[in-house]
């Protein structure tokens, strides 16, 4: 059956764009991205109710399960537990320097009010604009604001009785006019109602951006840093069997996590990575020079599920001690050797060893450890990052003081781990040396 749909004419001031064709990523934001390292990503949308995959179970289903999705969920969806600025302090703890929500995902169902349709947060109970909240919230605490957005449309498909896909070529935007100018307008609002946008990341098949998303979008806000669909942005969850890159790359990019099998919200058939996971992965990320996006999928009531929460605060304690080896950084000249992974400081001569031992480095015990592929220099120090090197609780007598000497077989390190952050005193996670003054081995 076909569907009418209105499509508002594109705004004058869009027309009006002087478009700047392939103006591409400014080289000053792709540094910042090379500095900033960790970024949070958020999935939510109106299929947050019904605990399945986001916006895709809409592809081969029936009419009856398409009209509720389309018709029906809307009428539900009231978060009332929502709080942008509760999410925005927990980011900053976090120490994520960006955030990337979805403001529309593949279904087409818009987080904030368009004027391109009526499948959007206004249809809702709920009807505050999810975009405005979350774009003032972590510009409040100084985090950058991003977000993403799907070209597909399935709800656009669904109106014009198109079969919905993704790969079919009369589904896809650049082939279907009156979804791509829908597109056009959706970004002309998302560029001109929330202020500065710092990432925009575009999702979907090769050749969307053809349709001319990215021009318009540096066109808009020229200063605008686009990830997925100007550079290499790699998923990796338990569902795709994608992995990181085996070693450095020689452009910036960005790395997507998910905390267990779902990008969504999924309250059952569920398994979660522990923290620990997801630290030595934004190591590793770090080492070989990208930049981790790690996702939440808030509960359909707008609360973060309590499982996500408890990895970020874990994530949130690591990070506090160790942020220095994580932020403006760059690759060392070699990415690892055995369980020890490196960064450098990006403008000092500042290594960073990663201690990522499969067991834990027990509280007060002190460890030889030989580096092989750093040489110091008569003004080296060496220290453990979140501690003094000063104090062992408990034991006045002992000073954990740090120190190294060189041997025929390379940096030989003896320090103590000096600092208590868990009550029974194992803390799982990596330690970190900081070497400074340090050179790569002749």
Same mark, same amino acid.
């Given at each position: ?244 890159? /085996? #070693? ?5 990019? +960005?790395?997507?996590? @998910?905390?267990? =099998? ?6 059952? *058939? ?94 007060? /015990? #002190? ?5 092989? +592929?750093?040489?110091? @220099?008569?003004? =080296? ?6 501690? *003094? ?54």
């Amino acid at each position: 059956m076909k569907r009418s749909l209105t499509i508002p004419l594109i705004s004058t001031f869009l027309l009006l764009i002087p478009f700047q064709l392939n103006a591409g990523n400014k080289p000053e934001q792709l540094e910042w991205l090379k500095d900033a390292g960790f970024g949070l990503f958020i999935h939510w949308s109106v299929d947050s109710q019904l605990g399945v995959v986001i916006s895709h179970s809409v592809v081969g289903a029936s009419e009856d399960y398409t009209n509720t999705f389309f018709n029906e969920l809307p009428k539900t969806f009231d978060p009332k537990q929502f709080d942008a600025q509760e999410w925005a302090h927990l980011a900053k703890l976090c120490g994520f320097k960006y955030v990337v929500f979805t403001a529309k995902h593949h279904s087409g169902f818009c987080m904030w009010n368009s004027d391109t349709t009526d499948f959007d947060i206004a249809s809702t109970p709920f009807k505050k604009d999810v975009v405005k909240e979350i774009a003032e919230a972590f510009r409040s605490v100084g985090i950058k604001v991003g977000l993403y957005f799907s070209p597909d449309d399935f709800h656009v498909l669904w109106k014009q009785g198109t079969l919905i896909s993704r790969l079919r070529p009369e589904a896809l935007p650049e082939n279907n006019p009156e979804l791509m100018e829908i597109n056009k307008r959706q970004v002309e609002e998302l560029f001109t109602r929330y202020g500065k946008i710092d990432v925009f990341f575009i999702d979907g098949p090769k050749g969307h951006t053809a349709g001319g998303l990215a021009d318009l979008v540096w066109s808009l806000q020229p200063e605008c840093l686009i990830t997925r669909g100007a550079m290499k942005t790699p998923e990796i969850s338990a569902s795709t069997g994608q992995s990181l890159p /085996e #070693e450095v790359l020689n452009e910036p990019w +960005e790395a997507n996590f @998910t905390m267990g =099998t779902a990008w969504h919200y999924k309250p059952t *058939n569920e398994t979660y990575f522990p923290g620990r996971q997801w630290i030595q992965n934004l190591i590793e990320t770090r080492a070989k020079g990208g930049t981790m996006l790690l996702n939440i999928g808030p509960k359909p009531n707008g609360q973060i599920p309590i499982e996500q929460e408890n990895i970020l605060r874990e994530i949130a304690a690591w990070m506090t001690i160790n942020n220095e080896a994580i932020y403006n950084i760059r690759p060392w000249h070699v990415i690892k050797e055995g369980n020890i992974w490196y960064t450098k400081s990006a403008t000092e001569d500042t290594v960073y060893a990663f201690i990522c031992q499969e067991n834990p480095w027990p509280y007060r /015990e #002190e460890k030889t450890i030989l580096l092989k +592929e750093i040489q110091a @220099t008569r003004n =080296t120090k060496v220290s453990v990052l979140g501690q *003094n090197d000063l104090v062992l609780e408990y034991q006045p007598d002992i000073v954990p003081k740090s120190s190294w000497k060189k041997t025929r077989d390379g940096l030989q390190i003896t320090a103590t781990r000096a600092q208590r952050i868990y009550n029974d005193r194992m803390w799982p996670n990596p330690v970190v040396l900081k070497i400074t003054h340090a050179r790569p081995v002749d």
